[in-house]
């Protein structure tokens, strides 16, 4: 089972390579952070207070416009594993012939979900959840 999750954080600072990001749940009070890169960080943040979108598509906009063309959607992002402090995720795909599970890093599958209108569902296994948030 897993529970949707939402943004509830963006820290950026341009002097370390990490930067942080934290999801809450939607129908509770566990939240918990996760290191990503400065690019999916200035995406994130730059989709989620309505900055300038860039003149060109970023790599998250085309993959959107791909599946679009093929006739598939993201229906969810699932932050399914935790291990050694690494987290990962899915995209689980709607395509004409069923449903795919592709492997992705959580900090793309969530800069593509903000990159889509509307922002699409992200949800965490919720064993996921329970060690992430302790």
Same mark, same amino acid.
Do not use: W
């Given at each position: 089972?897993?529970?949707?999750?939402? @943004?509830?954080? *963006?820290?950026?600072?341009?002097?370390?390579?990490?930067?942080? *990001?934290? /999801? +809450?749940?939607?129908? %509770?009070?566990?939240?918990?952070?996760? @290191?990503?890169?400065?690019?999916?960080? +200035?995406?994130?943040?730059?989709?989620?207070?309505?900055?300038?979108?860039?003149?060109?598509?970023?790599? !998250?906009?085309?993959?959107?416009? *791909? $599946?679009?063309? $093929? %006739?598939?959607?993201?229906?969810?992002?699932?932050?399914?594993?935790? +291990?050694?402090?690494?987290?990962?995720?899915? @995209?689980?795909?709607? !395509?004409?012939?069923? $449903? /795919?599970?592709?492997?992705?890093?959580?900090?793309?599958?969530?800069?593509?979900?903000?990159? !889509?209108?509307?922002?699409?569902?992200?949800?965490?296994?919720?064993?996921?959840?329970? +060690?992430?948030?302790?």
């Amino acid at each position: 089972m897993a529970v949707q999750v939402q @943004l509830a954080r *963006i820290i950026i600072s341009e002097i370390t390579d990490n930067q942080v *990001i934290y /999801l +809450k749940e939607l129908d %509770g009070p566990r939240q918990f952070p996760i @290191l990503i890169g400065f690019f999916e960080a +200035k995406t994130i943040d730059r989709r989620v207070t309505g900055g300038e979108r860039p003149v060109r598509p970023l790599t !998250h906009d085309l993959l959107l416009t *791909i $599946l679009e063309q $093929l %006739g598939s959607s993201i229906e969810r992002i699932v932050i399914c594993d935790l +291990k050694e402090s690494t987290y990962f995720a899915q @995209l689980e795909i709607r !395509h004409p012939g069923g $449903l /795919l599970k592709i492997d992705s890093r959580p900090s793309d599958a969530i800069a593509i979900a903000y990159s !889509h209108t509307p922002t699409i569902p992200i949800f965490v296994d919720n064993e996921v959840m329970e +060690k992430a948030s302790q």
